[in-house]
């Protein structure tokens, strides 16, 4: 297994042979306006360039979008990819959308497992920040507020866990407990909006996490990139001493496991 973190929750992950792009947010650095209901309206986003050329990125075999937020999905993946890439959502809205993007090839998770290729792909949920607070908020300026995770699972590879956008909540835990995943990649730059809470880990919900998969690898993606974020990859540096099967890695660098 190869993981690649691109920037943001934008990866790539190389499973049993089989190259998947998660979430790709591909415009240039500064392209968007700071999101209004969150922190540092200010700032435009993405902070950062892209590592590496958008050719390189979507060089793929399948798609996982998690959710449509636009720092998960953007004008430029829709110009960026073949339309008849395999592609998978968590919904029949996502996959409309999708549809009415052009693409042609798209099929919805389900939780139960969905094979493709010699892979099974579980869809899990989470809480996009504390579900009766933030999902007015969402509903208020047009976003959906729900966000899928993904289990992976083949004969020839260990289990890999993508929390997606969601804090440290009672599913999650029991998806630790149900797949044992081997490797998690979690999204955790402690996101917030105007109110304080915020929508994605922070650090203490990764040390929640850590506690809980100590025989695990645990990757922290999602960093330095959108304007709301709260925690930085620096602010995550202490955590390393005490967990040692904690890794934060840079964009570009690969991970080989």
């Given at each position: 297994m190869e993981i690649t973190q691109v920037r943001n929750a934008t990866i790539i992950v190389n499973y049993s042979g089989t190259k998947f792009l998660i979430d790709p947010w591909l415009g240039p650095k500064e392209y968007m306006e700071g999101f209004i209901s969150g922190v540092n309206s200010q700032i435009r986003q993405p902070?950062?360039?892209?590592?590496?050329?958008?050719?390189?990125?979507?060089?793929?075999?399948?798609?996982?979008?998690?959710?449509?937020?636009?720092?998960?999905?953007?004008?430029?993946?829709?110009?960026?990819?073949?339309?008849?890439?395999?592609?998978?959502?968590?919904?029949?809205?996502?996959?409309?959308?999708?549809?009415?993007?052009?693409?042609?090839?798209?099929?919805?998770?389900?939780?139960?497992?969905?094979e493709y290729k010699n892979i099974k792909l579980?869809?899990?949920?989470?809480?996009?920040?504390?579900?009766?607070?933030?999902?007015?908020?969402?509903?208020?300026?047009?976003?959906?507020?729900?966000?899928?995770?993904?289990?992976?699972?083949?004969?020839?590879?260990?289990?890999?866990?993508?929390?997606?956008?969601?804090?440290?909540?009672?599913?999650?835990?029991?998806?630790?407990?149900?797949?044992?995943?081997?490797?998690?990649?979690?999204?955790?730059?402690?996101?917030?909006?105007?109110?304080?809470?915020?929508?994605?880990?922070?650090?203490?919900d990764l040390i929640n996490l850590l506690i809980h998969s100590s025989k695990a690898t645990v990757i922290a993606s999602h960093m330095d990139t959108v304007s709301h974020l709260t925690v930085t990859r620096n602010d995550l540096k202490e955590l390393t001493y005490k967990h040692k099967n904690l890794l934060i890695p840079k964009d570009g660098e690969i991970i080989k496991l």
């Amino acid at each position: 297994m190869e993981i690649t973190q691109v920037r943001n929750a934008t990866i790539i992950v190389n499973y049993s042979g089989t190259k998947f792009l998660i979430d790709p947010w591909l415009g240039p650095k500064e392209y968007m306006e700071g999101f209004i209901s969150g922190v540092n309206s200010q700032i435009r986003q993405p902070r950062v360039d892209l590592p590496m050329e958008i050719s390189k990125i979507v060089n793929v075999d399948a798609v996982i979008v998690t959710h449509l937020h636009p720092d998960h999905w953007d004008e430029y993946a829709t110009k960026a990819l073949d339309k008849n890439i395999k592609m998978f959502v968590q919904s029949e809205r996502d996959k409309e959308f999708m549809q009415n993007e052009g693409f042609k090839n798209i099929e919805i998770l389900s939780s139960n497992g969905t094979e493709y290729k010699n892979i099974k792909l579980y869809k899990t949920s989470g809480e996009h920040g504390i579900r009766e607070i933030i999902e007015p908020i969402c509903k208020q300026v047009g976003m959906d507020y729900d966000a899928m995770g993904i289990v992976f699972k083949a004969n020839n590879e260990k289990t890999l866990y993508i929390t997606g956008d969601t804090i440290w909540c009672k599913e999650v835990e029991e998806y630790l407990a149900k797949f044992s995943p081997d490797i998690i990649i979690a999204n955790t730059c402690g996101a917030t909006v105007l109110n304080g809470e915020r929508l994605i880990m922070n650090k203490e919900d990764l040390i929640n996490l850590l506690i809980h998969s100590s025989k695990a690898t645990v990757i922290a993606s999602h960093m330095d990139t959108v304007s709301h974020l709260t925690v930085t990859r620096n602010d995550l540096k202490e955590l390393t001493y005490k967990h040692k099967n904690l890794l934060i890695p840079k964009d570009g660098e690969i991970i080989k496991l």
